[in-house]
């Protein structure tokens, strides 16, 4: 007679399942990559199955681990959402949500804004992700993302919020010092900044093609904060949102009347969460607080 396990332990296979790595799925549950390890070991006694291969790598799952992961995540839905339901009866200003968010409107928008979430919902604790690439909503890894790509397919809810525009910035100082630009082809004669092409982890960023064919950037970062830094520093030009760049007066739009790009953001959220209240709160926040401010995201309002 095999040995009973309790929904915990799936719960700690998941985190390993996803991670491929005790300490990444300790980092996730908040607790030890020793209890991790232990946790998996009681799960397969239990179950008399071997559900990792076990090695440099990390942890591989094995025909019959794979087969659980479905049926865990099945479990771990319904529980999610029982949880749900038992807590938006107690109190549905509580709890806590991931957002997960591109670094710039993370940083140039959300961060202030999210002290008046916090204001109106005291009880609700957000966690701001901010890492350079989608976060996967089907894996829990967040609650609900802004994105400028919304998933092509799936249980999602998708809901475009707004469109921004971005144009080409630079330092007044570094147009003193350089050749004037009065047309396009003359943005080939200029030092450029911009993300790490082959880093790029969505076509809405791969702005270089759409301002000229054949432009590429000479200081490249993944990250549109070091992109800021670089074009302060007056190193060269750089395209950057409308709303980041109206904060620095030293900076001065290039070429006003003849580039301006236009994106637009999305708010992803998965089914399974949608009809918890407090996941609601915050998509409800995002999306008046985005569109009360229009003009902050786009130069001619």
């Known amino acids: 007679m095999s040995t009973a396990f309790s929904w915990n332990d799936l719960q700690y296979f998941l985190a390993v399942a996803r991670t491929g790595q005790l300490s990444a799925a300790a980092r996730n549950l908040r607790t030890t ?35 659980l992961v479905d049926t865990a995540e099945i479990i771990e839905a319904e529980a999610e959402r029982l949880q749900a339901q038992i807590s938006d009866s107690v109190s549905h200003l509580r709890g806590l949500v991931r957002l997960s968010a591109p670094e710039g409107i993370s940083n140039f928008f959300f961060v202030e804004k999210l002290t008046q979430f916090a204001e109106i919902h005291p009880h609700i604790n957000v966690e701001l992700l901010t890492i350079q690439q989608i976060m996967a909503l089907s894996r829990k890894e967040a609650d609900v993302a802004i994105t400028l790509d919304p998933p092509k397919a799936g249980p999602y809810i998708n809901t475009k919020i707004i469109d921004y525009t971005l144009h080409i910035y630079a330092t007044r100082d570094y147009l003193r010092k350089h050749p004037p630009i009065t047309q396009k082809k003359h943005l080939l004669q200029h030092f450029f900044i911009g993300y790490v092409q082959d880093l790029v982890f969505s076509p809405g960023l791969d702005y270089m093609r759409d301002v000229l064919p054949g432009l590429r950037p000479n200081f490249q970062s993944t ?16 395209v950057l949102p409308y709303f980041i760049a109206q904060g620095f007066p030293q900076l001065q739009i ?34 008046d607080t985005l569109r009360a401010n229009k003009s902050f995201f786009n130069r001619r309002g």
């Open 254 to 287: 290039v070429l006003p009347d003849e580039v301006e790009l236009k994106r637009g953001y999305w708010l992803t959220c998965h089914n399974d969460v949608a009809n918890a209240q407090r996941v609601g709160s915050l998509m409800t926040f995002i999306l």
């Open 223 to 238: 990250s549109i904060s070091a992109q800021l830094k670089a074009a302060l520093c007056s190193r060269g030009l750089c």
């Open 33 to 67: 990559h020793v209890t991790v390890s232990r946790r998996i070991e009681q799960l397969e006694f239990a179950l008399k199955a071997k559900l990792f291969e076990r090695n440099p790598r990390g942890y591989e799952l094995t025909v019959i681990g794979r087969r």
